[in-house]
């Protein structure tokens, strides 16, 4: 699957010769200053035993509000746009900062990263979900957000090295200064 950050995705056959479109959200993804579709991620179980959902983290057209969402694809590799359910909204007011990193953990939890929205004071604030790693359980009961990590400025990439249990976390510095 490739994403573009005008909200398009496509997928690629093995040969990486033949291109299908999968879905095109180019009218609900807002891919000024920097935000557009930022990450997606399919379910660690795909296409076991009906699982078919990709996740996705965009900010919204309305609002450039971080958007946490999924949508069933079909053994086609189709995307079904009723299907798409929106997890979590974060508003954001800058522009700048969205993060969109978007990995699952070993125990099946799907990590997003929320950037600071350039207000850095939030990434330290308990009552914000800015500056954020968050988790969400997208099996259980309640996939409501629980914070996992925090203090950070623009979580824009996320792997999870199960091999060595690593959590590796791209995060924009200011200037000259990337941090991992």
């Given at each position: 699957?490739?994403a573009e950050r005008?909200?398009?995705?496509?997928?690629?056959?093995?040969?990486?010769t033949?291109?299908?479109?999968?879905?095109d959200?180019?009218?609900q993804?807002?891919?000024?200053?920097?935000?557009?579709?930022l990450?997606?991620?399919l379910?660690p179980?795909?296409?076991?035993?009906?699982?078919?959902?990709l996740?996705?983290?965009?900010?919204?057209?309305l609002?450039?509000?971080?958007t946490?969402?999924?949508i069933n694809l079909?053994?086609?590799m189709?995307?079904d746009?009723?299907?798409?359910k929106?997890l979590?909204?974060?508003?954001r007011?800058d522009?700048w900062?969205?993060?969109?990193?978007?990995?699952?953990?070993?125990d099946g939890r799907?990590?997003?990263?929320?950037?600071?929205?350039s207000k850095?004071?939030?990434?330290?604030s308990?009552?914000?979900m800015?500056g954020?790693?968050v988790a969400?359980?997208?099996?259980g009961?309640?996939?409501?957000?629980?914070?996992?990590?925090?203090?950070?400025r623009?979580?824009?990439r996320?792997?999870?090295?199960?091999?060595?249990?690593a959590?590796?976390?791209?995060d924009v510095?200011?200037f000259?200064?990337?941090e991992?």
């Open positions: 699957l490739v005008r909200g398009v995705i496509t997928h690629l056959d093995a040969s990486m033949t291109r299908q479109l999968v879905v959200l180019s009218t993804v807002d891919a000024t200053v920097e935000g557009g579709l990450g997606m991620a379910h179980r795909y296409g076991l035993n009906g699982e078919s959902r996740f996705l983290v965009f900010t919204r057209a609002d450039r509000a971080l946490i969402a999924s079909s053994d086609e189709r995307a746009l009723e299907s798409l929106v979590q909204i974060v508003p007011e522009g900062h969205a993060g969109g990193g978007v990995a699952f953990l070993p799907l990590l997003v990263g929320i950037g600071d929205d850095p004071n939030e990434a330290q308990k009552s914000s800015l954020k790693l969400f359980d997208v099996d009961p309640t996939s409501g957000p629980v914070v996992f990590s925090s203090g950070l623009n979580p824009f996320i792997t999870v090295d199960a091999e060595h249990q959590l590796w976390v791209a510095g200011q000259c200064i990337e991992v």
